[in-house]
């Protein structure tokens, strides 16, 4: 490992690479700490230092996705999210409309038409999500227990220049993002991502070691999370191959065809995209037992009771059935097995004991449906492990080591070490990893 490291930077294009991405990143950690202007920053300190902050509900996985920068209403606060929305939103659009879809098919030409309709969409949802997180704090739904203004002056000059700053900033975080991937080493954004998750983490390991039992529960949470790295590393790794002919044919005076290979599935092919869809719905809950007020109806206390707590039976169970439904879901979207099919026909592929066409999308589609099961139900597993030992440890179950962070920090980590080892073989026969 350590050889792979000094290898990787002994390589002069690798090696700027490297140092390009580390510093995009710096840059990226460093506008996280800048705060919006006219917000306070002393009084968001003192409301994030203060027993009294909830950072819990609605706000903790956004929060999580920032870096922290939302909750202290930086320049950066909306991090990535509405670019990943936006991402989303164009995948699903190519279901419903042609012309994407269309697009999609075109090659480079029609992919960065794409990147650029995902662009202005970034814009549209970073503007009205500042305007409603400025709003939220107007209101004192960050700090609920916090006096202290966050915003001193609400006229509507400042708001326009808060929500105009934060807008800016994640049109500069997508910019950051895209200068990585053409730049740097792995995908920006998923990189950016990682930045933020594993930023987090020495917090969430000082709230436990500052626990009553800090020694067993400490040793506790690291044998589980690393027990759960292994089980991602594993899963994430694994695949159905699904074997495939290409039948001999002539080609002027050339001989073509006649090879064999495979049609790789993963396991779990939605990623984590269906704990972070699962995790935001139930905010809803969440946000409705928030504007309710001091005299809620009774809906809202069985609201409050069962489904905005984490460690509620009904919670846990709405969970693990959104977890499932959206595994199929994005799965069904992003893998298409009549297109595959019609693909494979038309260059003289086939499954061995299978026909072409029709009956091959159909064995497709089977196969997938029986491993996203699987998938779907590691996810789900994956996804309450952290949380149901937090709350048997009797730690606040707000602390970010659940199943979204270590997915995505395992996910991105793994992707981005194939990139670099990729790269470094190119130029050594020796990999990254030996």
Request: glycine share 8%; charged share 10%.
């Amino acid at each position: 490992m350590l050889s792979g490291f000094l290898n990787a930077f002994r390589t002069p294009d690798l090696r700027k690479k490297l140092l390009f991405t580390l510093g995009m990143i710096a840059i990226y950690r460093l506008g996280v700490s800048i705060p919006t202007p006219g917000v306070s920053y002393g009084n968001v300190q003192a409301c994030l230092n203060s027993q009294a902050t909830d950072t819990g509900g609605p706000l903790q996985i956004l929060n999580l996705f920032s870096g922290g920068a939302l909750l202290q209403l930086s320049i950066f606060a909306l991090g990535i999210m509405p670019y990943i929305t936006a991402s989303i939103m164009v995948q699903l659009l190519r279901v419903l409309i042609p012309r994407f879809e269309t697009l999609h098919k075109e090659g480079a030409d029609g992919q960065a038409k794409l990147t650029q309709y995902t662009r202005y969409i970034t814009l549209g949802f970073a503007a009205l999500q500042s305007a409603s997180y400025v709003t939220m704090a107007r209101n004192g739904l960050f700090f609920p227990n916090c006096t202290s203004p966050i915003i001193p002056n609400e006229s509507w000059n400042v708001i326009t220049i808060m929500v105009l700053t934060m807008t800016a900033g994640t049109v500069f975080i997508m910019w950051l993002g895209e200068r990585i991937t053409e730049r740097g080493v792995g995908n920006g954004m998923s990189l950016l991502i990682f930045t933020s998750v594993a930023a987090s983490f020495p917090n969430a390991m000082t709230q436990i070691w500052n626990s009553s039992d800090r020694i067993r529960n400490t040793t506790v949470i690291l044998l589980i999370v690393l027990a759960v790295i292994a089980a991602v590393v594993y899963v994430e790794q694994s695949q159905r191959r699904i074997p495939v002919q290409y039948a001999k044919r002539m080609v002027g005076r050339r001989m073509l065809g006649g090879s064999s290979t495979y049609i790789p599935l993963k396991i779990n092919m939605a990623g984590v995209i269906p704990v972070i869809f699962a995790s935001s719905l139930l905010q809803i809950p969440y946000v409705i037992v928030q504007f309710a007020g001091n005299n809620p109806d009774g809906w809202v206390l069985w609201l409050q009771d069962n489904v905005t707590r984490t460690n509620a039976p009904i919670h846990i169970a709405f969970y693990i059935l959104l977890i499932v439904f959206f595994a199929y879901f994005y799965t069904a979207i992003t893998f298409n097995p009549t297109e595959v099919a019609d693909d494979m026909k038309k260059y003289g592929g086939f499954i061995p004991g299978i026909r072409p066409g029709s009956p091959t999308a159909d064995y497709l589609d089977y196969v997938l449906s029986r491993i996203t099961a699987a998938g779907s139900v590691y996810l789900a597993v994956v996804a309450l492990i952290p949380t149901l030992a937090l709350t048997f440890l009797g730690l606040n179950t707000s602390i970010p080591l659940g199943a979204t962070t270590i997915l995505i920090l395992v996910g991105v980590g793994l992707d981005t070490v194939k990139r670099i080892q990729a790269q470094l073989e190119q130029r050594r026969y020796e990999g990254f990893l030996k």
